[in-house]
T-cell receptor
Framework: DQQVKQNSPSLSVQEGRISILNCDYTNSMFDYFLWYKKYPAEGPTFLISISSIKDKNEDGRFTVFLNKSAKHLSLHIVPSQPGDSAVYFCAAGEETSGSRLTFGEGTQLTVNP | GAVVSQHPSRVICKSGTSVKIECRSLDFQATTMFWYRQFPKQSLMLMATSNEGSKATYEQGVEKDKFLINHASLTLSTLTVTSAHPEDSSFYIC??????????????FGPGTRLLVL
């Protein structure tokens, strides 16, 4: 049972344009969500997070949107840069229980110069 | 940001041997460490959660006798793959967290260890 899903295995955008990565979840107990960026043969690095009490969190070029009713979150990167090319994982968990994270399958983002 | 190291970064071993992977939090004390496994083009699959000084909690389907986890100190956790077989070949990643609540602390991931069992 895949509780966190990233339906797009890959996404290609032009430099300077917006990249939108999507993530859906099924577990209504999830109340904290994170996005990680991963390069090949490296561990994921934390990008941005959002708690379920918010519907938007912004950090520089990265913005995460949360739609609780739809159980959907998205990561917007604007403007996209070639260095953003990587695999992006969304992850979800239950904040107060300190439980482990459940990851999506990842989306390979390629930003073309 | 916080740094988590893993050693070795890559290991090749013969079938039947045991391999130990170390995970260290370099600039903070990790109350909880996690071990993940990633197959090519797939998600990170949590194998087990370990808290310092207590037994690890394994996810369903993960053999605790095959994947031995020791979290002896607040900065070190080890994963030992016992009697490794070719199907154990994978990318193993650890992560460390200082706090309990995710809003206070995030997980910091190590660079991963590529295991190839011949």
């Amino acid at each position: 049972d895949q509780q966190v899903k990233q339906n797009s295995p890959s996404l290609s955008v032009q430099e300077g344009r917006i990249s939108i990565l999507n993530c859906d979840y099924t577990n209504s107990m999830f109340d904290y969500f994170l996005w990680y960026k991963k390069y090949p043969a490296e561990g994921p690095t934390f990008l941005i997070s959002i708690s379920s009490i918010k519907d938007k969190n912004e950090d520089g070029r990265f913005t995460v949107f949360l739609n609780k009713s739809a159980k959907h979150l998205s990561l917007h990167i604007v403007p996209s840069q070639p260095g953003d090319s990587a695999v992006y994982f969304c992850a979800a968990g239950e904040e107060t229980s300190g439980s482990r994270l459940t990851f999506g399958e990842g989306t390979q983002l390629t930003v073309n110069p | 940001g916080a740094v988590v190291s893993q050693h070795p970064s890559r290991v090749i071993c013969k079938s039947g041997t045991s391999v130990k992977i170390e995970c260290r939090s370099l600039d903070f004390q990790a109350t909880t460490m996690f071990w993940y496994r990633q197959f090519p083009k797939q998600s990170l699959m949590l194998m087990a959660t370990s808290n310092e000084g207590s037994k690890a909690t394994y996810e369903q389907g993960v053999e605790k006798d095959k994947f031995l986890i020791n979290h002896a100190s607040l900065t070190l956790s080890t994963l030992t793959v016992t009697s490794a077989h070719p199907e154990d070949s994978s990318f193993y990643i650890c992560s460390a967290r200082a706090g309990v609540r995710m809003s206070q602390e995030t997980q910091y991931f190590g660079p991963g260890t590529r295991l190839l069992v011949l």
